[in-house]
């Protein structure tokens, strides 16, 4: 399923009405956190730490409906740490928030 990158202000919208700088500092919010499990990931060095970077990186794409977001990290949870590959999904989910 393609991720359009409306959808996240278009949830964010739904949920805090139409207050434009509500919205951004969620969207900011939302961003820090999923980078913030990222940078976990990258650093993990034991399928434990990988793991559970990997599950809270899917709970917080799940909360926003980041579809595309929710199934890397899935791909991250099964996977084994510093796989690029996930890297390279999980980069380019974010990198459509940047619109």
């Known amino acids: 399923m393609a991720y359009d ?30 980078e913030r499990q990222r940078d976990l990931l990258s650093r993990a060095r034991c399928d434990a730490n990988w793991r ?20 890397a990290a899935e791909q991250a949870s099964c996977s084994v740490p510093g796989d690029p590959a996930v890297f390279r999904r999980i980069d380019a989910a ?6």
């Not at 990997?54 to 929710?70: D, E, Q, T």
């Not at 974010?94 to 619109?99: G, N, R, T, Y």
């Open 5 to 34: 990158p409306g959808a996240l202000d278009t949830a964010l919208a739904a949920a805090v009405g139409n207050d434009p700088s509500l919205i951004a500092e969620l969207r900011r919010a939302f961003l820090e956190s999923a």
């Open 52 to 71: 559970a970077a990997a599950w809270r990186l899917k709970g917080i794409a799940a909360s926003f409906g980041a579809v595309r977001l929710m199934d």
């Open 94 to 99: 974010l990198a459509s928030f940047d619109c």
